[in-house]
């Protein structure tokens, strides 16, 4: 019998709840479309399931109609973006989560006492796009240890980084440790802009290696930490691999192991998870446990503008 191991915490982190039902709640109180810049959070499944629902998801405002509700997803963005969407006449409402503008605050902070800025991140991805686009002055982007060996800055000694909040925690480290070795006066917040999300699930992910032949991490292909999580699995030793959902899961993975772990990204919803069980019983008998972790009860408050509006009534997630 195959064992089945879940990760816990797994899934949904309290910024995605709080983004999806940003959009709930205002498909509720204005009614659709309302349009949202970029994916709200990055799955599929979601993203779709509100499609279907009424929001309109596009990647720049200019495809927003003047005067229309507009949502800014989970991830952030920039300045220029708060500020052409002011200009158009947009009724926004912003879902960046608060521990990504949390790390906007730091860059602003630092940038406001004269330093030079580092984001450790990766490039393109939509949460480092609004990041560097809402510190003024010059931010550098590194990406790994030898990006720290090749950058050139104006001073040393006025130097601060930041970094993406799903990030690896082992390899942010080693970018620190390059980036002190080699900037003794650099100041930053060693790895607590790694939300505690995307750290529980990777110390998840760390039990869940012990325990397990093979690792499955629910996520779209787009989602930054999801992707960490399937790394991690791999470095640590276990073929890990990444699926949107059960029709992903091949039985060739499976064959001659005795245990599968699962997992999910922070932007994945525990309906897949429970799908991509009911996959695996398809391929034969399996018993699934759970694996003891810490308990989340982070929640952050709605944007004034939704505050007091009804939740939705029937959330598919
Ligand atoms: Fe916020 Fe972390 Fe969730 Fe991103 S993964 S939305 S930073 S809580």
């Known amino acids: 019998m195959l064992r089945v191991v879940l990760a816990q915490p797994r899934g949904f982190c309290a910024g995605v709840e709080r983004a999806i039902e940003i959009v709930e709640r205002a498909l509720v109180k204005y009614g659709p479309p309302i349009y949202v810049r970029h994916e709200i959070v990055h799955n599929r499944h979601v993203v779709e399931d509100l499609r279907t629902r009424g929001a309109i998801f596009v990647d720049e405002l200019d495809e927003i109609p003047t005067g229309a509700t507009t949502i800014f997803s989970a991830h952030g963005v920039a300045r220029v973006v708060e500020e052409t969407a002011s200009r158009r006449g947009l009724a926004v409402i912003d879902a960046t989560c608060p521990l990504v503008a949390k790390v906007h605050n730091e860059g602003r902070r630092y940038a406001a006492a004269g330093r030079e800025i580092v984001l450790i991140g990766h490039a393109g991805h939509a949460e480092v796009e609004g990041t ?45 440790a390059a980036l002190t070795e080699r900037f003794p006066a650099i100041r930053g917040p060693d790895v607590r802009d790694i939300c505690y999300a995307t750290q529980n699930r990777q110390t998840a992910v760390h039990e869940l290696a012990k325990a397990v032949d093979v690792i499955l991490v629910v996520g779209s292909q787009n989602s930054s930490n999801s992707n960490r999580l399937r790394e991690i699995g791999a470095e640590l030793g276990k073929p890990s691999y ?76």
Do not use: C, M
């Open 242 to 317: 990444l699926i949107d959902d059960a029709s992903a899961l091949r039985p060739d993975w499976f064959a001659g192991i005795a245990s599968v772990g699962l997992t999910a990204g922070a932007s994945a919803p525990e309906t897949l998870v429970q799908e991509v069980i009911e996959g695996l019983r398809r391929f034969g008998a399996i018993e699934v446990t759970t694996l003891e972790g810490v308990a989340e009860n982070v929640r952050f408050r709605f944007p004034p503008e939704l505050a007091d509006s009804e939740p939705a009534e029937a959330s598919s997630f």
């Open 132 to 176: 560097i686009g809402q510190i003024p002055g010059k931010v550098h982007l590194v990406q790994t240890v030898a990006d720290v060996a090749a950058l050139t800055v104006a001073d040393p000694e006025k130097l601060a980084y930041i970094t993406q909040t799903t990030l690896s925690v082992d390899d942010t480290r080693q970018i620190i």
